[in-house]
C-alpha cells in the first residue's frame, strides 16, 4: 500500500508543468483600453500597449491596436492575430469610453469587466469628449506609457484634488443601486495636452448630462469628504481669493416640516488661506471671506441640484438616503417625489489659518 | 466494549476548538450571503446571529446525549435503534459524510478553475488533493487534529479585508430591522448550512481525554465560527448594495479584488489558493468519521475502508460539472444538513430523555 501511495505521490511532481502559464516576458499586458460605438451595433475596442525594447531598460514604445466586432472576446482575439505574444487584461487599470456609447449605454462593457475574474474593483473609468480612440492616438505622455500616465491623472486627482472618485466598484454600486446613479470624469483633448473637463453625469448606464469643472468641485464637497483640494471666490470689492481646504464634512439630513419633508445638506469646511490678492486678513476681513465662500457654495449648490431634479438624476445618491432613514421605502414612489423635493444647504466654514504671515 | 480509546490516540480537551472551528467554517462561506439577503435584505446579520444561537442549544444538546451515553454515536444508535434500524442510520451518516467530502471538494476545484486556472481538468487536480487527503488521513486522528489546528492560519486573511474599508457604506444597514421576524427566520434557515460541522462531535468523542470538560471549547468553537460569519456578511452588506451582491457568485473573494500591493497586483489568486485551508480539514474529518463507521460497523480495518472511500469520492467529484450540477447538490446537501441539525439531533436528544426516564422508572 505504502509503495502505491510513494508512485502516485512521485508522479504528482510530474504534473506542476500541466497548467497553463502565463510568464510575464511572454504576455502582452495592457494598462488602457478605449471602447467606442461602431456600425451596426458593434463596439470598437483599441488598446494601448507597451513594448518593452531587450537591452534597453526603461525604453519603451507604445503600440496601438484597434479593432471592430459584437464581443470584447472576439475583438481581443482578432488583435491576437496581429500578436507575437498573447494580451493578457490582467493589469488593466484605466477604461477610457466614448461620447457615444456613453450616451448609448454602457450596460454590456460594465458586465464584461464584472465578469472577468482578473480584473480589479479599483480600475478606474472615464468617458472621453468626442472618441475614446482619439486620445491613446495622441501623444500626450512624452516619456511615460499612456495608460500609466492616465492611471497617475485620475488617480492623483480623485485621490488629492477636488475630482469626486469614482472606480469600477463605486460605478457598479451607483448604477446597481436604488436611489442613486453614477458619474464618470470627462477627459478631454487639446493640442496632445489631456486634462479633466469635468463630470458626465449619468442615468442609469446612458451618459445624460455634463458638469463643468467649477461644479465638479462643488458636487465632490457635497458627496463625500475631503481632505484636499482648492476653492476660490470673488468678494465684493472685486478681487479673488483662494483657500485650500483642509477638511471638509458633509451631512444629510431629513427635516420635517408642515409641507412635508425635505432633505439639507450641511457641509463643514475648515480650510486655510493661500492666496488672498494682499488683501489684509483683519478678523472682519476673514469674517467677510467666509461669508463670501459659503454664499457661493449654497449658490452653485443649490443650481446643481436643481440641474438633477430637472433631469432627474441622483448623483448625489439622496434617493439612498432617504431609503436609509425610512420604512419601506419605495423606490417608484421615491422617483416621483425627487424632482420637486425640496432640497436645502447649509454651509460653514471656518478659515483656521492664514499661511506664515498675518 | 470499551467506551473510550486508548490513551495514546487522545487529544486535550482544547483540541475540540479546533476540531469543530474547521469543521464548520468551509469553503461554503464565500458564498453564504447571497441566499439570505433576497430574504432578510440589509438585516441578514442579524440572522447570522440567531443562527449562531441556535447552533449553541444543539452542541448543548449533543453534549447531553454524549454525556449521558459515553460512547459516540454509531453505538448510541445500536443501542436506540437495535441492530437492523441502527446500522441503516449509522449507513446514512457515513453517505452524508461522503458526499459532504465531495462538495467540498468540488467547490474548491470550481474555485481553483473560475479564478486561476481555467483549463485545469477536475480530475487532475481531485488526484492530488486526494493523495493529500490518503496521507493525513492514514496518519489518524491525531494528525488530522494537528492539519486543524495548522488551518486556523486562515484567519490571516481578514487583515486583506481592511483594504476595503475605504469602500464601506455605513447606511447600508440602517434602517435597521426592516424584516419581519419571519423574514429573519427564513434567512437562518438558509444560513444553516455553513454552520453545520458539529455533528463531528458525536464520532471524535470518544478521542477526547475527559470528553465532559471540553463542552466550553465546543461552545468557544461556534462562538468564532458566528463572530466569523458575522464579519463575512457585515463587511458584505456595507461593501456592496444589495442588489450587486445579487450578481456576485463569491462576494468574499471579489473582496479580495480591493487588494493591490506593489509586489502583488491580484490578491485574489492569493485568496483563491488559501481556500485549501478551509476545504481539506473538513474532508479529512469526513473521510476519517464514515471509514470509523465502517470500521465499527463490519469490524474490518480503517487502512482497507480508506481507499475505497476514496474512490468514491473522486468518482463523485469527477462527475459532477459546472455552476448549476454544483449548485443543485449544494442545495441538496444543505437541507440534508438543516434538517440532521434541527431535527434528527433534537429527535435523539428526545429519544435519550425517555430512555432515562424510561429506565428510572422500571
Known amino acids: ?358 | 466494549m470499551k467506551a473510550m480509546e486508548q490513551a495514546r490516540f487522545t487529544v486535550s480537551p482544547y483540541l475540540v476548538f479546533p476540531l469543530v472551528h474547521s469543521m464548520q467554517f468551509g469553503s461554503e462561506y464565500l458564498n453564504m450571503s447571497i441566499k439570505p439577503i433576497q430574504l432578510a435584505g440589509h438585516d441578514t446579520w442579524i440572522s447570522v446571529i440567531l443562527c449562531g444561537l441556535c447552533f449553541h442549544v444543539v452542541i448543548w444538546m449533543v453534549y447531553r446525549i454524549l454525556n449521558r451515553n459515553e460512547t459516540d454515536l454509531i453505538q448510541i444508535h445500536r443501542r436506540f435503534f437495535g441492530k437492523w434500524a441502527g446500522g441503516g442510520l449509522n449507513f446514512i451518516f457515513i453517505v452524508y459524510f461522503l458526499l459532504h467530502a465531495s462538495l467540498l471538494l468540488r467547490l474548491f476545484i470550481e474555485i481553483v478553475q473560475v479564478w486561476l486556472f481555467p483549463d485545469l481538468a477536475t480530475w487532475l487536480l481531485a488526484s492530488v488533493l486526494l493523495l493529500l487527503v490518503y496521507y493525513i488521513v492514514a496518519g489518524g486522528f491525531r494528525v488530522i487534529v494537528g492539519i486543524c489546528l495548522f488551518s486556523l492560519l486562515r484567519h490571516l486573511l481578514i487583515a486583506a479585508m481592511l483594504f476595503t474599508a475605504g469602500y464601506f457604506h455605513f447606511n447600508n444597514l440602517s434602517p435597521v430591522m426592516d424584516h419581519s421576524l419571519n423574514e429573519l427566520l427564513m434567512a437562518v434557515k438558509e444560513l444553516a448550512f455553513p454552520y453545520v460541522g458539529v455533528e463531528i462531535l458525536f464520532f471524535v468523542y470518544t478521542f477526547i481525554k475527559t470528553p465532559e470538560k471540553s463542552e466550553k471549547w465546543a461552545h468557544l468553537a461556534n462562538f468564532v465560527t458566528t463572530v466569523s460569519y458575522l464579519i463575512v456578511v457585515l463587511f458584505s452588506l456595507l461593501l456592496f448594495k444589495f442588489e450587486q451582491l445579487s450578481t456576485q457568485i463569491w462576494p468574499q473573494l471579489t473582496k479580495y479584488k480591493f487588494v493591490r500591493f506593489p509586489f502583488i497586483d491580484r490578491f485574489e489568486f492569493v485568496g483563491a489558493s488559501a481556500q485549501i485551508f478551509f476545504v481539506i480539514p473538513i474532508i479529512c474529518l469526513c473521510i476519517w468519521a464514515s471509514s470509523r463507521a465502517v470500521k465499527i460497523m463490519f469490524a474490518v480495518k480503517q487502512r482497507t475502508v480508506l481507499p475505497i472511500f476514496l474512490i468514491l469520492v473522486f468518482v463523485a467529484v469527477s462527475l459532477i460539472a459546472g455552476r448549476n450540477h454544483i449548485e443543485a447538490f449544494q442545495d441538496l446537501l444543505s437541507q440534508i444538513g438543516f434538517y440532521m441539525i434541527f431535527a434528527y439531533i433534537p429527535f435523539v436528544f428526545l429519544v435519550d430523555m425517555v430512555r432515562v426516564k424510561a429506565g428510572r422508572t422500571v
Open chain 1, 1 to 358: 500500500m505504502s509503495r502505491i501511495f510513494l508512485m502516485l505521490a512521485v508522479s504528482c511532481l510530474l504534473l506542476t508543468g500541466c497548467a497553463n502559464q502565463q510568464i510575464l516576458d511572454r504576455i502582452t499586458l495592457f494598462i488602457v483600453c478605449a471602447f467606442d460605438e461602431a456600425q451596426n451595433d458593434q463596439i470598437e475596442i483599441t488598446l494601448a500597449t507597451t513594448r518593452f525594447q531587450t537591452g534597453k531598460p526603461g525604453s519603451i514604445s507604445n503600440q496601438l491596436l484597434s479593432k471592430v466586432g459584437h464581443t470584447s472576446v472576439g475583438i481581443i482575439e482578432l488583435m491576437n492575430t496581429r500578436m507575437d505574444k498573447p494580451l493578457n487584461a490582467g493589469k488593466l487599470s484605466v477604461v477610457l469610453i466614448g461620447t457615444d456609447l456613453a450616451a448609448k449605454g454602457v450596460r454590456n462593457e460594465l458586465d464584461m469587466v464584472l465578469r472577468d475574474a482578473q480584473a480589479s474593483r479599483r480600475m478606474y473609468l472615464a468617458v472621453v469628449d468626442g472618441n475614446a480612440k482619439e486620445v491613446l492616438r495622441k501623444n500626450f505622455s512624452s516619456d511615460e506609457e499612456k495608460g500609466l500616465y492616465l492611471y497617475n491623472l485620475l488617480d492623483m486627482n480623485e485621490r488629492n484634488k477636488l475630482v469626486p472618485s469614482q472606480n469600477l466598484h463605486e460605478f457598479g454600486y451607483a448604477y446597481l443601486g436604488k436611489g442613486m446613479d453614477p458619474y464618470l470624469p470627462m477627459l478631454q483633448i487639446k493640442d496632445d495636452h489631456i486634462y479633466i473637463a469635468g463630470l458626465a453625469l449619468f442615468k442609469d448606464d446612458k451618459y445624460v448630462a455634463k458638469l463643468n469643472e467649477k461644479q465638479m468641485r462643488v458636487m465632490k464637497l457635497l458627496k463625500e469628504n475631503v481632505k484636499h483640494g482648492a476653492l476660490e471666490t470673488k468678494l465684493n470689492n472685486g478681487t479673488y481669493v483662494a483657500v485650500e481646504v483642509i477638511g471638509s464634512k458633509v451631512r444629510f439630513r431629513i427635516e420635517k416640516d408642515t409641507e412635508g419633508s425635505n432633505v439639507s445638506l450641511n457641509l463643514r469646511l475648515k480650510a486655510r488661506i493661500v492666496d488672498s490678492k494682499a488683501v489684509t486678513l483683519t478678523r472682519q476681513m476673514i469674517k467677510k471671506i467666509e461669508t463670501s465662500f459659503e454664499k457661493d457654495l449654497i449658490d452653485s449648490g443649490t443650481e446643481l441640484i436643481e440641474k438633477f431634479q430637472k433631469e432627474g438624476i441622483d448623483p448625489l445618491g439622496l434617493g439612498d438616503f432617504v431609503r436609509s432613514k425610512t420604512r419601506n421605502w419605495n423606490e417608484e414612489e421615491w422617483k416621483k417625489e425627487y424632482s420637486s423635493l425640496n432640497v436645502k444647504i447649509k454651509v460653514k466654514m471656518d478659515i483656521e489659518e492664514t499661511g506664515i504671515t498675518k
